[in-house]
């Protein structure tokens, strides 16, 4: 399980998250709500220490997984990220790299060299995305030969490749048409079963048909986090339904 305790996020003094506090359990998947700006893509960027990377970026209180703090320093970024994946709106396969090398970019990176395991987890990856059958024949063609849902999911294969516990997920279908989502969510249910699933949208019949949970989020705050029936159906505050009720946002 993934949580956050108090979190607060500035950039260069400006405060853009005001101390959330939420979980996300294992096997669920969890959906973050609210308008544009509200800080989505921060709040889902702070559980892989994504703003380690981002000057003048300034993050207080705590991410766990699993109870292990993981802003703990000496902690390895690049182990939290292999163990908190992420998947962004844009699909971004490396354009150099061919589909089977993008799948295996990671374990490469942490050194593995055995072709015969690389062969594995490629294909097993992209099994597991939901992709195999439709790249099996062309593994050394382009990415940019996928269309925009195949790119997509070969960026999920890359990021089960190295065996995650989590996958965050920033507007993973915006980019996406209707069909292609509809792939997506189904891969997303399939692989509930063995992670925790945090998924950021600004499409609430996505938030309502495809999470378990979700947390409605404004202007840096958290308004309410509860069973993704319960915030659609019977709010307890009345800010969360004047947005799912699309009065404002
Ligand atoms: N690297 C950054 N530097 C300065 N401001 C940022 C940075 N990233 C995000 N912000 C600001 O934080 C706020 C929340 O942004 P974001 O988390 O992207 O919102 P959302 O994903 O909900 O649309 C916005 O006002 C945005 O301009
Ligand atoms: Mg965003």
């Known amino acids: 399980m993934l949580a ?30 609210g308008p544009s700006g509200c800080g989505k893509s921060t709040l889902l960027r702070a559980f892989n220490r994504m703003h380690d990377l981002t000057r003048g970026a300034h993050v207080t209180g705590s991410v766990t997984l699993n109870g292990q703090e993981i802003y703990t320093p000496g902690e390895d970024p690049v182990l939290v990220r292999r163990r908190i994946g992420m998947v962004f709106q844009k699909p971004n396969p490396f354009p150099t790299l061919s589909i089977f090398e993008n799948t295996i970019s990671g374990l490469r990176l942490s050194g593995e060299r055995n072709s015969a395991r690389l062969k594995d987890v490629a294909e097993q990856s992209l ?44 507007e993973p279908c915006s980019a996406l048409d ?20 945090v998924i950021v949208t600004h499409n609430m019949q996505q938030a309502a048909r495809a999470s378990d949970l979700t947390a409605f989020l404004w202007m840096g705050e958290l308004v309410e986090a509860g069973d993704t029936e319960m915030i659609f159906t019977s709010p307890k505050k009345s800010m969360t339904e004047d947005y799912i009720t699309g009065r404002f946002g």
């Open 127 to 170: 099994m597991d995305a939901a992709l195999w059958d439709e790249v099996k024949d062309r593994l050394r063609s382009n990415p940019t030969t996928l269309s925009g849902g195949q790119q997509q999911r070969l960026c999920i294969a890359r990021a089960l490749a190295v065996n995650p516990e989590v996958l965050l997920m920033d």
């Open 4 to 33: 956050c305790k108090d979190l607060k996020i500035d950039f260069d003094k400006k405060v853009v998250l005001k101390g959330v506090s939420l979980h996300f359990p294992a096997n669920k998947i969890s959906a973050i709500i």
């Open 178 to 197: 209707p069909i292609a989502t509809a792939k997506i969510e189904e891969l997303m249910f399939r692989l509930r079963e063995r992670l925790t699933l």
